[in-house]
């Protein structure tokens, strides 16, 4: 298990930026290391949706949904221990609640088996 905390979520304009931050404990910092990290989004009365997952460190392979693509950057930087998720270009329908989580890489959400507590993500038209 990986303990995760998401941050930087927060209220902005469409075509606004934001930048998500999901940090692993020290104590789950090898692990966290050895791990795929993606992110994944819930909109109200909507099921989960993969957005964007990133390989464990040394062999840097990213996927996107479709829906993000070309407007979402995922990155790590494994001396913080910690997964970004760049957004640009933001849309009303980019609102959700931001999950990241830590497992194996993938789009699904049954090959990650350690999660963060969710950030909010609101974007105004």
């Known amino acids: 298990q990986v303990q995760l905390v998401e941050s930087g979520g927060g209220l902005v304009q469409a075509g606004g930026s934001l930048r998500l931050s999901c940090a692993a404990s020290a104590a789950s910092g090898r692990t966290f290391s050895a791990s795929a990290v993606a992110w994944f989004r819930q909109a109200p009365g909507k099921e989960r949706e993969f957005v964007a997952v990133?390989?464990?460190?040394?062999?840097?392979?990213?996927r996107y949904s479709q829906s993000v693509e070309g407007r979402f950057t995922i990155s790590r930087d494994n001396a913080k221990n910690t997964v970004y998720l760049q957004m640009t270009s933001l849309k009303p329908e980019d609102t959700a609640v931001y999950y990241c989580a830590a497992g194996v890489y993938s789009n699904s959400p049954g090959t990650f088996g350690s999660w963060g507590q969710g950030t909010q993500v609101s974007v105004s038209s």
């Open positions: 990133i390989s464990r460190s040394g062999a840097t392979t990213t």
